[in-house]
């Protein structure tokens, strides 16, 4: 019984939450509007220190972004074989020991 209450609580743990993809979902929303404001500042603005330092912050903030998308997508890819092998076997082996 403990394998599967294991097997479950592993199998629980390594899937996103609906949090997490709401999450993922702003942080591309936010990825799109650093974009076009970089575009934008760099198409429109007159050039001067200040907006230097704008484009420098921009950019900051896209590649820390950039980064916790490229976790979400590796975490939200499909777990290996081997854990939902993992995971059926422990469920088999509970059905055999009801019987």
Do not use: W
């Amino acid at each position: 019984m403990r394998q599967i209450i294991d097997a479950i609580e592993s199998d629980a743990a390594s899937r996103l939450s609906v949090v997490e993809f709401e999450m993922a979902y702003q942080v591309r929303v936010a990825i799109d509007r650093i974009k076009f404001a970089i575009r934008h500042s760099e198409q429109f603005a007159k050039p001067c220190d200040a907006m230097r330092e704008v484009g420098m912050q921009l950019l900051d903030a896209l590649q820390r972004l950039e980064a916790l998308d490229r976790r979400f997508q590796a975490r939200s890819r499909i777990a290996p074989p081997h854990q939902n092998r993992k995971l059926r076997e422990a469920r088999t082996d509970a059905h055999k020991e009801c019987q």
